[in-house]
C-alpha cells in the first residue's frame, strides 16, 4: 500500500506561482511513475504532468512552458512548480503514484486563480 498526501495549493492572482507538494510512503518501493493530474468543476480529471522512473517526463499542452514537474528520490516527494498561472488552472490537483499495475491517489489539493 502507498499513501498519497498532496500539499501546496491554495488561492492565487493570475499570473502568480504556486508549487505543489506530493508525498509518498508506505511500501514505496519499485514505484514506475508518478504525476499530477487535476480536475476542473465539471470536468474530467485530466493530465497535467508525469515523470517515470527513468526520468522522463510528460506535460500537458496547457502548461507545458509554464511548469515543471520534478521529483526528491531522497524523500519521496513529487512536486509541480506553477508559474504564470490563469483562471483556467482553477482545479483540485491530485497526485498520482503507479507502482506495478496500481494506482494510488491522494485526496487533492484545491488551486483556485483570480483574475
Known amino acids: 500500500q502507498v499513501h498519497v498526501v498532496e500539499s501546496g495549493g491554495g488561492l492565487v492572482q493570475a499570473g502568480g506561482s504556486l508549487r505543489l507538494s506530493c508525498a509518498a510512503s508506505g511500501s514505496i518501493f519499485s514505484i514506475n511513475a508518478m504525476g499530477w493530474y487535476r480536475q476542473a468543476p465539471g470536468k474530467q480529471r485530466e493530465l497535467v504532468a508525469r515523470?517515470?522512473?527513468?526520468?522522463?517526463?510528460i506535460y500537458a499542452d496547457s502548461v507545458k512552458g509554464r511548469s515543471t514537474i520534478s521529483r526528491d528520490n531522497a524523500k519521496n516527494t513529487l512536486y509541480l512548480q506553477m508559474n504564470n498561472l490563469k483562471p483556467e488552472d482553477t482545479a483540485v490537483y491530485y497526485c498520482?503514484?503507479?507502482?506495478?499495475?496500481?494506482?494510488?491517489w491522494g485526496q487533492g489539493t484545491q488551486v483556485t486563480v483570480s483574475s
Open positions: 515523470i517515470i522512473s527513468g526520468g522522463s517526463t
Open positions: 498520482k503514484v503507479t507502482r506495478g499495475v496500481v494506482d494510488y
